[in-house]
């Protein structure tokens, strides 16, 4: 049994970085996707994981199997496909770190995931199923998605959801919204951003977001609040954690450098999200924004996640208990 199992995105992330001798723009080669990040991060930090999804059959599809079995997750559910290509994100930074896309993704092989495809044997067998909203945007990834994830809730794992908005990719801003929030009442935990918590619950502050997350069965809400810091909450219970300052070069992957540490310790602890205290949420989030504070220090998505030994090296210099 896996301690964690991810569907979704696995693509290239081309992240801007500098000009060449000639003056044009050099864009360098990150592997990344959200679901990829998360176990990329959960596998640095010591759990057993496995990835389900498709690339093509092409030089970036054969490089991404590559790292995630670099990195010590499995990839027997990864599909590589003669017939698509593998998706790739092309990555504009700000002075301050923050992103702006442009996908290859007409359609790419992510979202060409089919039902008979998932290997539902890893998503029976995890303790943690976790995805995100990529794989919603189209057939038949959307398809593969809620079927994969239904099988590893009848097979009692704890599901996280990470409903991740990226506007180019939606026909719409309502669609995005309807179809985001149509998987909500699957979620046992779920992670939104501060940019997400209106999309997603129609609410504006935090608290409000998570009570309405409570109200359709999620038993643990986080709303990760950027330069903030994060917010965790069950009910009857919450924690505000503020984050270290520390210098930021890229924010891509830092979400999931969060989620990643988030699970681990929920993982370990052996508990399911309703057994959560306010202990355990202040501890939990405390660790996760210790892990992504070491990512937005480094370009890209999984070369930027930190290990266990990086991350208690940083929490031992913040004064933080492990």
């Known amino acids: 049994m ?3 199992v991810a569907l979704g995105e696995l693509l290239i992330d081309f992240t801007y970085h500098g000009r060449s001798e000639n003056g044009m723009r050099l864009f360098e080669q990150n592997p990344g996707g959200a679901p990829a990040n998360v176990l990329c991060v959960a596998s640095n930090l010591g759990l057993s994981t496995s990835f389900i999804g498709k690339v093509g059959k092409d030089m970036h599809g054969d490089y991404l199997r590559r790292v995630l079995e670099e990195r010590g997750v499995d990839t ?3 599909i590589s496909a003669e017939d698509v290509f593998t998706t790739l994100a092309f990555v504009e930074l700000s002075e301050t770190g923050e992103r702006k896309f442009s996908f290859s993704r007409k359609p790419g092989a992510d979202t060409c995931l089919s039902v008979g495809e998932v290997k539902r044997e890893l998503a029976e067998g995890c303790r943690i199923f976790h995805f995100g909203s990529l ?3 189209d057939e038949p990834s959307r398809s593969a998605t809620i079927e994969a994830v239904k099988t590893a809730k009848k097979a009692r794992a704890i599901i996280s959801y990470d409903p991740n908005y990226r506007a180019p990719l939606w026909k719409s801003e309502d669609e995005a919204a309807k179809i ?3 998987v909500l009442p699957f979620a046992d935990i779920v992670k939104i951003s501060d940019e997400e918590v209106g999309l997603i619950t129609g609410e504006s502050s935090p608290e409000a977001a998570a009570e309405s997350l409570f109200q359709k069965g999620i038993s643990c809400a986080v709303v990760t609040l950027g330069s903030n810091g994060a917010y965790a909450a069950v ?3 919450s924690a505000l954690v503020s984050v270290p300052d520390v210098p930021v070069v890229d924010t891509t992957g830092a979400g999931d450098a969060f989620w990643g540490g988030f699970l681990y310790k929920l993982t ?3 508990l399911r999200p309703n057994e959560l205290r306010e202990a355990q949420l202040r501890d939990f989030t405390e660790f996760a924004n210790a892990v992504a504070s070491l990512c937005v220090q480094k370009r890209g998505g999984i070369p930027a996640m930190p290990t266990i030994d990086m991350v ?3 929490l031992g210099r913040t004064g933080k208990p492990l």
């Open 235 to 237: 009910e009857g219970a």
């Open 268 to 270: 370990v602890s052996g």
């Open 180 to 182: 985001m929030q149509s």
């Open 2 to 4: 896996f301690d964690l």
């Open 135 to 137: 794989s919603l945007t």
């Open 76 to 78: 027997s559910g990864l």
């Open 312 to 314: 208690r090296d940083f």
